[in-house]
């Protein structure tokens, strides 16, 4: 095991060639090359006077590899963010009012239908009950029920088509 003194700063010198090399073949300017081997070694350094580092060159590497991580990290181009890569969220309050809107326009929709034609349309649309079991519970018959049932889905589309959303 390998160990890097306290105190001792040119100890890893010989690491620094193999180090440049490494930095080199993933860094094409040379100056930044340099740069990157004097502060992975600068952070050697100051770890080593910290605590006693084991493996020293295998940590020089890894502090180098992080360097240069981040270097293409921060090359990276920033894209801010438009409408139309990361459209608007609406928030959460807006959707529970715009439920509360359309539950209330339903209700009152309904209430403007006569019982027995409201009746019919809950038990199709709500209930989900066939047509026939809707005639024979209420005495009807089925022709009945779909006339019901056409004429609260034209009432309802009059009074609520304004609340539907465009586009979507």
Do not use: W
Not at 83 to 90: C, F, K, Q, S
Not at 102 to 109: D, F, H, I, R, T
């Amino acid at each position: 095991m390998q160990r890097v003194p306290q105190g001792e700063e040119g100890a890893f010198d010989a690491y620094r060639a193999a180090l440049r090399a490494f930095v080199a073949r993933r860094i094409d300017n040379p100056s930044e090359v340099e740069d990157l081997v004097q502060e992975a070694c600068a952070r050697l350094v100051a770890s080593a006077r910290e605590r006693t580092v084991d493996e020293p060159q295998a940590y020089l590497f890894r502090i180098a590899a992080n360097l240069i991580a981040d270097r293409h990290r921060r090359a990276l181009p920033v894209v801010p963010l438009g409408p139309e890569i990361h459209p608007p969220v609406r928030p959460v309050q807006e959707d529970r009012r715009r439920v509360a809107d359309l539950q209330s326009a339903l209700e009152g929709a309904l209430a403007e239908l006569s019982p027995r034609c409201r009746e019919v349309f809950v038990m199709r649309r709500f209930d989900e009950r066939g047509t026939g079991e809707i005639a024979r519970e209420l005495g009807i018959s089925p022709r009945m029920v779909q006339k019901h049932l056409n004429h609260a889905v034209a009432h309802l589309y009059d009074r609520l088509a304004h609340l539907m959303e465009r586009g979507a």
